[in-house]
């Protein structure tokens, strides 16, 4: 059984490989159990359609990255509080959600973005 540190360690790290270094595939294979369910609906459910959109976002969105700003973890469950930026588009606040199963493999995901707006009421940021 993994600790939520080391879950939260391995979300990082997956989120990192397929947005970053835009490898999904090797995102997959490292970081996801027998099972990935995804509940974005702009993502087809599953480890092959989470391929083939991200291989599809580095094409069309080259130098696209994430910046994890705070790394949330309890029992099974990790939350990342992330800064995305794509390039040509517009740059967004996420939060990510992550299931682990027993062995420390991400089963599940939701995810929350918000588009970080030009203006703003205080001055607080959104990170």
């Keep these: 059984m993994m ?6 360690q391995n979300a990082i790290a997956f989120y990192d490989l397929m947005f970053n270094l835009c490898q ?6 490292q970081y996801t159990g027998d099972v990935y369910i995804q509940h974005n609906p702009h993502v087809g459910d599953g480890k092959e359609a989470f391929i083939n959109y991200f291989n599809r976002m580095a094409s069309e969105y080259p130098g ?3 910046d ?6 309890e029992d099974n469950m ?3 509080h992330c800064y995305q930026t794509w390039p040509g588009d517009k740059d967004y606040a996420g939060i990510d959600i992550f299931r682990f199963d027993d062995k420390g493999k991400i089963v599940e995901h939701w995810d929350v973005l ?4 030009d203006e703003s009421a205080n001055e607080n940021t959104m990170f």
């Design 24 to 29: 999904p595939e090797a995102a997959i294979e």
């Design 3 to 8: 600790t939520p540190a080391q879950n939260k």
């Design 78 to 80: 990790v939350v990342l």
């Design 114 to 117: 918000q588009v970080i707006p």
């Design 64 to 66: 696209k990255k994430v």
């Design 68 to 73: 994890v700003k705070r790394a949330i973890a």
